[in-house]
T-cell receptor, first 112, second 112 residues
Framework: DTAVSQTPKYLVTQMGNDKSIKCEQN?????MYWYKQDSKKFLKIMFS???????INETVPNRFSPKSPDKAHLNLHINSLELGDSAVYFC???????????FGNGTRLTVT | GQQLNQSPQSMFIQEGEDVSMNCTSS?????WLWYKQDPGEGPVLLIA?????ELTSNGRLTAQFGITRKDSFLNISASIPSDVGIYFC????????????FGTGTRLTIIP
């Protein structure tokens, strides 16, 4: 009965590769997010989708491309991975207009 | 942009002690949220505050929405080992509830 699930939990890859992270929520929420947590544990929003439409796009390199096939799924594709992309990426969901976010357990991405 | 500074940055306490931490903002917030992150997991909502001066409890946790709307406080009474983790304050940005700004975090460690 996992609410927000992300796969994979760990991802180790080499510079220059392309990788994807998947996220699914079964809470019936209409808004989903990607957050990045750096090595100092600072959490910063990257993207937000509401009913499959992009509503927030922070100053993230265009190597990062989110895709929302339906309101229960939000995937993150990253092209040409760089060392600085190493971080933990969290997916989250909420109902529009209601602040509390529900987070997944994160995907730890390590770029070597 | 909006910044949320938390203090202390880290705390080392003994089991049974009470804990106090705070969060200050450079601008006014209309909602304050407190999250806890356990190692290897995503942040989980502890308490939500919606009105200046509001004092809300959740078990041994008590949080207050500062009167100035620029700060919030979280207290934990009689700490236990499972309280270990990182505590984050968060609030919606000027954009709206869909863009949460997170604080810098307070890491709580319990010394045996």
């Amino acid at each position: 009965d996992t609410a927000v699930s992300q796969t994979p939990k760990y991802l180790v890859t080499q510079m220059g590769n392309d990788k994807s992270i998947k996220c699914e929520q079964n809470l019936g929420h209409d808004t989903m997010y990607w957050y990045k947590q750096d090595s100092k544990k600072f959490l910063k929003i990257m993207f937000s989708y509401n009913n499959k439409e992009l509503i927030i796009n922070e100053t993230v390199p265009n190597r990062f491309s989110p895709k929302s096939p339906d309101k229960a799924h939000l995937n993150l594709h990253i092209n040409s991975l760089e060392l600085g992309d190493s971080a933990v990426y969290f997916c989250a969901s909420s109902q529009m207009g209601s602040s509390p976010l529900h987070f997944g357990n994160g995907t730890r991405l390590t770029v070597t | 942009g909006q910044q949320l500074n938390q203090s202390p940055q880290s705390m080392f306490i003994q089991e049974g002690e009470d804990v106090s931490m705070n969060c200050t903002s450079s601008s006014i917030f209309n909602t304050w949220l407190w999250y806890k992150q356990d190692p290897g997991e995503g942040p989980v909502l502890l308490i939500a505050l919606y009105k200046a001066g509001e004092l809300t409890s959740n078990g041994r946790l008590t949080a207050q929405f500062g009167i100035t709307r620029k700060d919030s406080f979280l207290n934990i009474s009689a700490s236990i080992p499972s309280d270990v983790g990182i505590y984050f304050c968060a609030g919606p940005s000027n954009f709206g509830n869909e863009k949460l700004t997170f604080g810098t975090g307070t890491r709580l460690t319990i010394i045996p």
